[in-house]
């Protein structure tokens, strides 16, 4: 794993579509840098969460037009990059296990005082 393998992706994309692909079809999807290209995601998803991927799509999405007050702008393009990982492969990007505040039987949490 070398230097440019961390430069490459720049977040994991949470989303309601995201989760769903995930959970379908077992694909996982990044903002990665303008300047990547497919075997360089593949690289690095592979060296960074040590899973096997099977393919990878790219695109390039276009910045929204945006107003405050009475100037116009515009965000930046980005890319972003749809991983397939292999059968019985799984990535957990953020490392965490259960539910969210470590309250994994579902009960209310204890009250203190």
Do not use: C
């Amino acid at each position: 794993m070398n230097k440019h393998t961390y430069g490459v992706i720049v977040r994991p994309l949470v989303t309601e579509k995201s989760s769903a692909l995930k959970a379908e079809a077992n694909k996982v999807a990044f903002e990665v840098k303008k300047s990547a290209n497919k075997i360089d995601v593949k690289n690095a998803v592979e060296g960074l969460f040590d899973v096997k991927v099977t393919d990878v799509t790219t695109m390039v999405v276009r910045g929204k037009h945006k107003r405050v007050g009475t100037s116009f702008g515009r965000k930046s393009n980005w890319k972003k990059a749809i991983v397939t990982l292999k059968e019985g492969t799984d990535l957990d990007v953020f490392g965490v296990q259960g539910a969210p505040g470590g309250n994994e039987g579902g009960e209310a949490p204890a009250e203190q005082g």
